[in-house]
């Protein structure tokens, strides 16, 4: 069955540093999301993706934050300069082409992003 | 305004009995979906049921099943035979047309971590 695919499962950085997260989406989706859960609390949109561009945004996705495609496979979530706050567990999610109300999104398992 | 409403922190249930897990939301929209989703221990968010405004039958995915009440607004999860597998944090989820086109904005409740005894 295909399933969506993140890397790594648990990133520890130092305040300050940038990192990237990684995700392979289901190859036949389209449409791809970040989602993150800060620990205890609920899970937040961040961003969707389509057509090599951002469709929409949430307010957190500042200008610390940014999403690319870059090859057929990949898509990543780079965060410039990280800060404590920014730990939390971030989740990719894609959809298949037409976004209608009963469209599932298909998660991956996470990548537990910790801030030191 | 909070959209999604999960009123239960925690539930216990003992093995082979059923469970239902409370959600209530809040659109004016006429079309919207609602979903939960299953995340274990491990992380990972697990699609369970969907349930369409419009859908007239309530949803059901094998010992899923989705108590849609319309007019109280709410999408209850129902779990029948409960099993070890299945103690995890239950997210309620909506989509609607608030969301935007062209996107995929889920809106989240806080969550029920189920516990199921032996």
């Known amino acids: 069955e295909p399933e969506v695919t993140q890397t790594p499962s648990h990133q520890v950085t130092q305040m300050g540093q940038e990192v990237i997260l990684r995700c392979v989406p289901i190859?036949?989706?389209?449409?791809f999301y970040w989602y993150r859960q800060i620990l205890g609390q609920k899970v937040e949109f961040l961003v969707s993706?389509?057509?090599?561009?951002?469709?929409?945004k949430s307010e957190i996705f500042d200008d610390q934050f940014s999403v690319e495609r870059p090859d057929g496979s990949n898509f990543t979530l780079k965060i410039r300069s990280t800060k404590l706050e920014d730990s939390a567990m971030y989740f990719c999610?894609?959809?298949?082409?037409?976004?209608?109300?009963?469209?599932?999104?298909?998660f991956g398992q996470g990548t537990r992003l910790t801030v030191v | 305004a909070q959209k999604i409403t999960q009123t239960q922190p925690g539930m216990f249930v003992q093995e082979k009995e059923a469970v239902t897990l409370d959600c209530t939301y809040d659109t004016s929209d006429q079309s919207y979906g609602l979903f939960w989703y299953k995340q274990p221990s491990s992380g990972e968010m697990i699609f369970l049921i969907y349930q369409g405004s419009y859908d007239e039958q309530n949803a059901t995915e094998g010992r899923y099943s989705l108590n849609f009440q319309k007019a109280r607004k709410s999408a209850n999860l129902v779990i029948s035979a409960s099993q070890l597998g299945d103690s995890a944090m239950y997210f309620c989820a909506m989509r609607d047309a608030y969301s935007g086109a062209g996107s995929y904005q889920l809106t989240f409740g806080k969550g029920t971590k189920l516990s199921v005894i032996p």
């Open positions: 999610a894609s959809s298949r082409d037409i976004p209608d109300m009963n469209t599932e999104a298909f």
């Open positions: 190859s036949n989706h389209l449409y």
């Open positions: 993706f389509y057509n090599n561009e951002i469709s929409e």
